[in-house]
């Protein structure tokens, strides 16, 4: 059963339905621009050939764990920002985005030179070879400059959130996301580069997102006297929340690597068409999170102002929410399911069993729109520790969900239907039982500022 409050079944005060929804909505449209990049160079390079599209699929599974482990910058930025500001500590609130920027730019130069270099052998470490580990190493390389702009970026958005700004982030992915858009066109087809040219494209429009976002943070430290030169204290103690916060996602990423592993075996079509499945998931889920992003906010603006009943409150409505936008976008999925391979491919195979794994994506948006709340409320309340220990437990019990699918050894679309239903369905159910567990109790409620 969802977990409902006693006190969030009376209706919501039109105050906290406006507040959500001033943070939620330019959220939704900030949250979607990562996923929106991918699915416009899905859209592009799917009509290369099937062999492009299958290597941008390997390529993006590695990139997305590397950006993946990393999203602490932002999810660590955003609560410790709330709580500041809660606590009426303006200052302390800009001083922890700052550091967050500068541990972004340390890490970003590192993973992006280690991935140049290690392209090679970690898209082999997928199976691939022929021209799909080709292509997949050339999209790659090229996408590494990006991955230290994106670490820019979340950093940069974390702290806005944190200060109950996310019109500012929503502005700033979309042009972007126009400008990725423009420079990959140009160069996969005006220039001829193929799977490098929207590589270095989507890197380009990366790096003028985060340009806007150093800017602004500069603009508000000098604004409020808070120097611009880092806190190692600060580091630190951003590094070590986010350590908790990196073993979460590290599940998540082990989870989607593994199914990649398993839908490998299963051949280049069914590859393209979860690559396909997997971008609109990723779409659909960062659309989902646009509450969770809200919930970030709020519960932890509550909690640092000692609020626990506005926060209890605020949790229960963003569930009956979740739950609410989960069936919408599951239903309209389900509607588009048979004609949405059209969009980004011509290949018959590969567009049957795209159909069948978006009817079980479908199926499951209820549910992923309960995780993700759950999820954003308790990274809001800084429950880092807990969240890093049940996303463990969940993928031990995701593990043998794939082995199943992989001894069943079914091909075709019925075999990629099988193995959406392990991750939407059963491995998206054993995150609800966590989530909803934690959130029935009071343990992660912890009042003021960190």
């Not at 970003?108 to 970690?122: K, M, Q, T």
């Not at 001829?192 to 603009?219: D, F, H, K, N």
């Amino acid at each position: 059963m969802p977990y409902l409050p006693a006190s969030a079944t009376a209706a919501p005060r039109k105050g906290q339905a406006r507040d959500i929804l001033r943070l939620a909505v330019p959220a939704f449209g900030a949250l979607v621009a990562e996923p929106l990049f991918l699915l416009a160079d899905s859209a592009i390079i799917g009509h290369l050939g099937v062999a492009q599209l299958a290597g941008v699929g390997l390529a993006s599974a590695v990139l997305h764990t590397a950006v993946g482990l990393m999203v602490f910058l932002a999810y660590s930025t955003t609560p410790a920002v709330a709580r500041a500001i809660g606590d009426g500590q303006l200052g302390k609130a800009l001083a922890a985005g700052r550091d967050g920027v500068w541990l972004a730019l340390l890490l970003g130069v590192v993973l992006a030179v280690a991935g140049f270099l290690a392209a090679d052998p970690l898209v082999g470490l997928l199976g691939a070879d022929g021209e799909v580990r080709a292509f997949a190493v050339d999209y790659l390389r090229w996408s590494m400059p990006g991955l230290v702009a994106m670490l820019l970026i979340f950093a940069g958005t974390g702290l806005l959130r944190g200060l109950q700004d996310t019109r500012t982030p929503l502005v700033v992915a979309t042009a972007g996301f126009a400008l990725n858009i423009v420079l990959n066109l140009w160069l996969v087809y005006g220039l001829g580069w193929s799977v490098t040219g929207s590589a270095v494209g989507t890197s380009v429009a990366q790096w003028a997102m985060a340009g806007v976002y150093l800017l602004i943070v500069r603009r508000n430290a000098v604004r409020s006297g808070v120097g611009l030169l880092p806190s190692w204290r600060g580091i630190r103690s951003m590094a070590r929340v986010g350590s908790w916060l990196m073993l979460r996602t590290l599940s998540l990423r082990i989870a989607i690597l593994a199914t990649v592993v398993v839908v490998t075996s299963q051949g280049a079509v069914n590859l393209a068409a979860h690559q396909l499945a997997m971008t609109i998931f990723s779409f659909l889920a960062f659309a989902l999170d646009a509450l969770a992003i809200a919930a970030q906010a709020l519960i932890g603006k509550e909690l640092g102002a000692s609020n626990a009943g506005k926060a209890r409150l605020l949790t229960g409505t963003m569930v009956r929410w979740g739950l609410g936008f989960g069936a919408v976008t599951g239903l309209l999925l389900a509607v588009a399911a048979p004609w949405a391979g059209a969009l980004f491919t011509s290949d018959p195979q590969v567009r049957s069993a795209l159909a069948l794994a978006l009817w079980v994506l479908a199926a499951g948006q209820p549910l992923a729109g309960y995780v993700f709340v759950l999820d954003g409320v308790l990274i809001g309340a800084g429950d880092a520790r807990y969240l890093a220990l049940a996303g463990v437990m969940n993928l031990a019990a995701y593990v043998p969900m794939l082995a199943a699918v992989a001894l069943l050894g079914a091909g075709g679309g019925a075999g990629l239907a099988w193995l959406w239903a392990a991750f939407a369905l059963g491995y998206m159910a054993a995150r609800a039982v966590t989530l909803g567990l934690r959130a029935r109790s009071d343990r992660w409620m912890v009042l003021g500022s960190a």
